[in-house]
């Protein structure tokens, strides 16, 4: 038994024993993702995900015929929320909606598929990178993390651009090691895709492909190299469209404000708050050992790519400073990134491991310590994830919705922008400033005169809904003009709405 | 023998001494930041406890003191019960003759004490020749943001740490040189860690238990007189303190008292909640990573060792299951066990790094230590600077004044009265909180009635003083009772303190 064991079952490079383990592993990983599926989507990056679903359902209504016309075109208009990246996951979802209603809980499915698929090509590279058990570990962590469980399940395009990202990357070292025609396209098709899916995905897709053509192919050679251009015009072909198409038809030249602080680069504060918000998401400790690992790849062929994806990633904290560590979503990139890092490392950890401790009961000791490396976090999850119970808000939007009639000209500071209201209560509005909103003005150097923004804002609105007392109190002079100038129209202990159509008094 | 075949960190022996030098200052550094703060921060009942100990102490021979404040300080120490010899309290009372009364000299020894723990572990890493590993392990120890805030408390908890990691280095030097001296040396460490603190007798029994099976041979283990010599110095002192606590000053018998709750066993949260709190306090990844290191040493004493301490902190853990989940710093012996279980893996890892030619990697391997040292030490800072507590004092000694340290009290408090007893002179009996009465149930005791209770506790009192709010609000018993029968004398304008008079009841 104890041969039998130590032969075929315990830590062998025996390919089905992993390939059951992996198999086991991803479906362990998506079931982890479907508990409390049907929740709405407020437990992480709640804005972003009512975005999305506000576009999904804008979309799905297009095909709906036998929804009353009021209604469709209410849908149609309130998912007319802008364009950020091209609406992929918006339109799978809204065409899975035709097959089964609309629910909540399909983007949920897809994030948590394409975040798992994302493992398995993981898993390849860091196989092909390190070795088998080297791959199990680092998929393990990068599918088991808890930042990235939670994420991962949310209606956004991140779970999708980092899985993409993860088959970029194992393309991209393929094609470093073996210069075929066939991984160069399947590069620039994956690379593409991400990109495609979200622009962001650049740094750490440009980071690795220039560590691999600088430290691995040679510029020079790389430079008179087809499968070259070819891999970077596919990288940037479909992005490069849409860019053009939204800047030109779409509207989208105010993506990029707001977003660039290149001052915040002298305050120590922000280096000490990124490493923060890393250390809260991932955790120093993969992270402290992903970084010392690279110290440890082979210096030709493992850790020029390496290099390349944490360049990447440095570059885009830079670039992207105050959403580094205001939007914690900007770090799932990073996942990958650290998973893959470790690699080396945990490849030196299990050479050393099978020359010092070939018996069995070792082997079942690491077992067990795995399997205690993946029952903790995942319990943690868990507890998040049930703890977290958002099911009496669609009601709590939908009276507000009703109180307002749903065609009123609204303006309001209310959660995630007023996408909760529009979600759940089939109304529109306006945004009124939040602190966070104000604090970032000032940090672009804009100057914000509350008062006339505040004429301007609400010029030809008819009521001023708040729902966020804690935001009010904390903007005393458009708290006390409410509550001086403004009947009441409705009010409970969770929300007051102003009729501003008739003045108590001139403001 | 493999370290001097192996490859270094540093060619020049000064460079790490000078490392390990930093390390050390940058951990005192960051302990003595804040310094004059109250120890609220961290168990407050438990340092103030033994702040009134040392001021006790100190005023029982101080000829300057004032005869009434003698006689409260006296009777404050006399009036708090034996659990552990006052070593820290006697150093603190000792130190105040020579500088005077400071609420921070407490601090300073516990800081320093960890210190010494930490040279304890470096020194252990170089008795296993994992000098390079050592450094990791140090620095995890140092600067655990958990460890930085628990050794900065006025508790013998960072002493007896301390000597919990010298013990494990004592009982290894023995195990590998197997002299009298060493095992004399063994035995006074481990016998001073459990006088210190009793509970340390459970992961060194296992330590040191794990270290003689090392020897595979019960005939060989019982046939050794240096065992027997170890086991009797270890035991001597805590057996003398037991027996002049238990049957001469017999105040050590309600120490046994509600610790042990079975059931807690029998529920399975209990073990999910000892998890998390474990992993919480330890780091997860430090604690996965240490576990799997066991499974790296070259030899099995070591092994042995480490394996024998878990297992002490798990049978410590079933024996004090409430305070496990309860009281945080109850894990503290865990983190010289984890650190010490870092020390095979980074020894690994530093050591590859230190194979890579030329400078630059190991500029950069020592550039990434410190970074996430800055970041652990940056992330104490930031809790440090976060909590004030120095507006107190004057809001204790009003209380005390208001009251006057002639009267009779009962209180009901968050702290058990010790803040009102420290800075305002005024001790009290203590009436139940909610979490005394929850822990009584839970150890099965009957629910007193609470008339019965309320007649035994205020007799011959002047006053009820109420401290706390929440145990106000939550105690509508108590409350109704008082409101009724007794008039309310005093009442904090903020609802902080409510003063009835018990020796002028309501006609």
């Known amino acids: ?507 | 023998m493999e370290d001097k075949v192996s490859p270094k960190l540093f060619s020049k022996p000064w460079l790490m001494t000078a490392l390990v030098a930093l390390l050390f200052i940058a951990a005192m550094g960051i302990r003595l930041f804040d310094l004059t703060d109250l120890p609220n921060d961290f168990y407050m009942v438990r340092q103030y406890r033994s702040l009134l100990i040392a001021r006790g102490m100190y005023y029982a021979h101080l000829p300057t003191a004032l005869q009434w404040q003698r006689s409260i300080a006296v009777a404050q120490w006399k009036g708090e019960g034996l659990i552990e010899p006052p070593i820290m309290e006697s150093l603190a009372a000792l130190t105040y003759h020579i500088i005077g009364e400071h609420i921070w000299v407490g601090r300073v020894y516990a800081s320093l004490f960890w210190l010494a723990g930490g040279l304890a572990i470096w020194l252990l890493a170089k008795e296993l020749s994992m000098r390079e590993g050592g450094i990791i392990a140090l620095a995890y120890f140092l600067f655990l943001p958990f460890g930085v805030t628990a050794s900065r408390a006025f508790m013998p908890d960072s002493l007896m740490t301390a000597l919990i990691a010298w013990s494990l280095w004592a009982l290894y030097r023995w195990e590998t040189r197997h002299t009298w001296k060493t095992a004399v040396l063994a035995g006074i460490l481990t016998g001073a860690a459990i006088l210190v603190k009793s509970v340390a007798v459970f992961p060194l029994l296992g330590a040191a238990a794990g270290l003689v099976l090392s020897r595979g041979s019960v005939k060989r283990i019982l046939a050794d007189k240096q065992t027997w010599v170890v086991a009797g110095i270890t035991a001597i002192p805590t057996v003398i303190f037991y027996i002049y606590g238990l049957f001469i000053v017999g105040t050590l018998q309600g120490q046994f008292a509600l610790r042990f709750l079975p059931a807690l066993l029998k529920d399975p949260s209990f073990y999910g909640r000892w998890l998390f709190i474990a992993a919480g306090i330890v780091s997860f990844a430090a604690m996965f990573i240490s576990l799997a290191g066991i499974l790296l040493f070259r030899e099995n004493k070591p092994r042995f060792l480490i394996i024998g301490a878990w297992f002490g902190y798990i049978v410590y853990g079933f024996a004090f299951s409430y305070y496990f989940i309860t009281h945080e710093y109850y894990h503290l012996p865990l983190i010289p066990i984890v650190a010490i279980g870092l020390i095979p893996v980074a020894d690994l890892l530093v050591r590859q790094v230190a194979q890579q030619k030329g400078w630059l990697w190991r500029a950069m391997f020592a550039g990434l230590l410190l970074f996430g040292v800055a970041m652990k030490m940056w992330e104490s800072r930031n809790t440090m600077a976060t909590n004030q507590y120095r507006n107190e004092v004057s809001y204790w000694q009003d209380l005390g004044k208001l009251i006057g340290t002639d009267k009779s009290i009962i209180e009901l408090s968050g702290d058990y009265g010790y803040r009102l007893a420290y800075f305002g002179w005024v001790s009290g009996a203590q009436w139940a909180t909610n979490a005394d009465e929850a822990l009584r149930a839970l150890a099965g005791q009957a629910q007193p009635d609470f008339a019965t209770t309320f007649a035994d506790q205020t007799a011959g009192k002047d006053l009820f003083v109420i401290t706390s709010p929440p145990e106000w609000e939550n105690q509508p018993e108590l409350r109704e009772y008082l409101t009724a029968h007794y008039p309310l004398i005093a009442q904090d304008q903020s609802n902080g303190y409510w003063i009835f008079d018990l020796r002028h009841p309501l006609p």
Do not use: C
């Not at chain 1, 943690?380 to 009639?405: C, H, M, T």
């Open chain 1, 1 to 507: 038994m104890k041969k039998f064991f130590l032969k075929y079952v315990v830590f062998r490079e025996r390919p089905w024993v992993w390939k059951v383990s992996l198999a086991l592993a991803l479906l362990a990983a998506f079931g982890l993702r479907m508990i409390n599926l049907t929740n709405p989507p407020l437990d992480f990056a709640p804005t972003r995900q009512l975005f999305s679903a506000l576009k999904a359902r804008g979309m799905y209504y297009q095909y709906v015929t036998d929804a009353p016309a009021g209604e469709r075109q209410l849908a149609i208009s309130l998912g007319d929320v802008g364009t950020v990246e091209p609406p992929v996951l918006e339109t799978l979802v809204s065409q899975t909606y035709r097959l089964t209603g609309e629910h909540l809980w399909v983007a949920r499915i897809y994030s948590s598929l394409f975040w798992v698929l994302g493992g398995l090509a993981l898993f390849l590279l860091i196989q092909e990178l390190a070795s088998t058990s080297a791959a199990m570990i680092g998929t393990l962590f990068y599918l088991f993390v808890p930042f990235g469980v939670i994420a991962s399940r949310a209606f956004m395009p991140d779970p999708l651009m980092v899985a993409l990202i993860a088959f970029t990357l194992w393309a991209l070292f393929r094609w470093q090691n073996t210069a075929r025609w066939k991984w160069a396209i399947l590069f620039g098709i994956f690379a593409g895709a991400a990109l495609f899916v979200k622009n962001l995905s650049a740094f750490i897709i440009v980071g690795g492909f220039a560590g691999v053509i600088l430290g691995v192919r040679g510029l020079k050679r790389s430079i008179r190299d087809p499968q070259v251009w070819v891999m970077a015009l596919l990288l940037i072909l479909p992005a490069g469209i849409f860019m053009l198409y939204g800047m030109l038809k779409l509207n989208m030249t105010g993506q990029l404000a707001l977003r660039f602080f290149p001052k915040m680069w002298i305050d120590p504060a922000f280096y000490f708050r990124w490493a923060y918000t890393v250390n809260w998401n991932i955790g120093w400790g993969p992270v402290l050992l992903a970084a010392l690992s690279v110290f440890l790849a082979d210096p030709k062929r493992e850790r020029p790519l390496l290099i390349g994806l944490w360049i990447g990633y440095f570059i885009f904290g830079m670039t992207f400073s105050y959403h580094f560590y205001t939007h914690d979503y900007y770090q799932l990139s990073f996942i990958p990134v650290v998973a893959v890092s470790m690699a080396p490392a945990l490849r030196l950890f299990f050479e050393r491991f099978f020359d010092r401790s070939p018996g069995l009961f070792p082997r079942l000791a690491l077992v067990g310590v795995v399997l205690v490396g993946l029952v903790v976090p995942s319990w943690y999850v868990r507890d998040q994830i049930v703890n977290a119970d958002y099911r009496n808000e669609p009601s709590f939007w939908a009276e507000i919705g009703d109180k307002l009639g749903h065609n009123a000209s609204v303006i309001g500071l209310t959660e995630d922008y007023g996408y909760r209201l529009a979600y759940w209560g089939w109304q529109g509005s306006a945004a009124w400033f939040t602190n966070a909103d104000i604090a970032v003005r000032y940090l672009a150097g804009q100057d914000v005169d509350l008062m006339k923004t505040f004429t301007e804002d609400t010029a030809g609105k008819q009521y001023f809904l708040v729902t966020m007392f804690g935001e009010l109190d904390n903007q005393p002079v458009i708290k006390n003009l409410l509550y001086t100038h403004y009947p009441i129209f409705a009010q409970t202990d969770e929300y007051v709405i102003f009729d501003l159509q008739h003045p108590l008094s001139q403001p």
